[in-house]
């Protein structure tokens, strides 16, 4: 029999979930360095901790159908998000996927990007000369597109509240995800109440948009209308309301999410190197000119996507993610028994030093082709891989872009000294009290804005 992989003893009692709850990044790191790419952390529950590209791919690609999600994740999240994407598996999950695609497909991008490019004249339109945390602004701003990519229509009147109750299925899926015990959402307990009022409240706004989709002609240019409209090339099934609310709740609660914090990071990495930010605006400059950026430059700005690239390497924000065996398996030469709780970290993976020269080093150009060649493909994977690879990747690698030029041609940001920047691992790497910035216009920058 293979033997299991090895791992720190930890505490007698509790292993290494103690740390895992005061530092899980620290605590990964420290495993990692000692015992390699594949770690067995004893607990009350035992975790396998994988990096190793080789093994990535096994379980994302090779064995995909073999590595569900855990079926104790699924639960917590469907709590909030329903049987969407992310929490259904096998037959199911194929259906949801065949007919989710096409709304994200690059002809569905065009009218996605004029909503991202005017989104963002709005935030920039009401910043002045004080500090802002940018991970409240890119929050607000990325739910402000997906909604009106979503929905076609002006939602300011709802904004506040809906952003708020959103925050607050994210709050309460952060703390179901770490929380022993885990009670259930009908204990009356004040978080309980609240999580489950937030969730009655974006029930009642998306159940009402997706009866007038009903009631209306289709149109296109709307993400829900597309969803709706689509039928299972295989089945010819479409969604039901349910299966539609289940994909609009995945959206808002962790679409938006990701993306927002990859921004908050950029703006903090941009804020302490002057001389990247130079080289983005060279660009920008010589590729967009005066006028505002459009989808079609986004192939043309590469250096802005290295640094967006460099960005999701170092600050991944699924920083780690869940799945389990349904067989056993073997990885390296160990076993790994069915059942297992295994945790991929894109966290660690990105900053081996076998892939990555100076790994805590910020170096865009790591991403130009001649130092990228040989990187094994798996060395790099913040938006995972295989069949279960992110759906919204081309709206996330079509807004980042767009909304970092478009800010730059307006605002220098400069970093507020002495604030703190820390991580806070939760679903996604955020920073745990924001990353401060202090707005500065450039007036030439846009004359339609002077």
Known sequence: MKPLPPGPRGHPIFGSSLGFRRDPLGTF????????????????????????????????????????????????????VGQGLVTTNGEPWRAQRRMAEPAFRREQMHSYAGVMLEGTRRMLDRWGGEPLDMQAEMQALTLDILARCLFRTDWS??????????????????????????LPEWVPTPRNRRFLAARRRLDELVYRLIGERRDSAPDEADLLTTLMHTPDPETGEYMTDRQLRDQVMTLFVA???????????????LSRHPEIT???????????????????????????????????????????????????????????????????????????????????????????????????????????????????MAFANLEMPLVVASVLRRFDLESVPGHPVEFQPDLTLRARHGVLVRPRRIEAACPAHT
């Not at 679409?255 to 990495?269: K, S």
């Not at 160990?334 to 805590?360: Q, V």
Request: proline share 8%; aromatic share 10%; glycine share 6%.
């Open 29 to 80: 790191l420290a495993a990692w360095r000692e015992y390699g790419d594949l770690v067995r952390l004893r607990g009350p529950v035992t975790v396998y901790l994988v990096a190793h590209p080789d093994h990535l791919r096994h379980i994302l690609v090779d064995e995909f159908e073999n590595y569900p999600h855990p079926a104790d994740f699924d639960r917590k999240v469907s709590a909030s």
């Open 157 to 182: 009147a709802d904004a506040a509240w809906v952003g708020a109750s959103v925050r607050r299925q994210l709050e309460h899926l952060n703390h179901k995800l770490i929380s022993v015990p885990d």
């Open 255 to 269: 679409g938006h999410e990701t993306v927002a914090a990859t921004l908050t990071w950029v703006w903090h990495v």
């Open 278 to 392: 130079r080289r983005v605006r060279a660009e920008l400059a010589e590729v967009l000119g005066d006028r505002e950026p459009a989808m079609a430059d986004v192939p043309n700005l590469k250096y802005l996507r290295r640094v967006l690239a460099e960005v999701l390497r170092l600050y991944p924000p699924l920083w780690q993610v869940a799945r389990t065996p349904l067989r056993d398996d073997v990885l390296g030469g160990h076993r790994i028994p069915a059942g297992s709780f295994l945790l991929l970290s894109t966290y660690i993976t990105h900053r081996n030093p076998a892939y990555w020269d100076n790994p805590e080093g910020f170096d865009p150009d790591r991403f130009t082709r001649e130092r990228s060649a040989g990187r094994p493909r798996y060395a790099y994977f913040p938006f995972l891989g295989g069949p279960r690879n992110c759906v919204g």
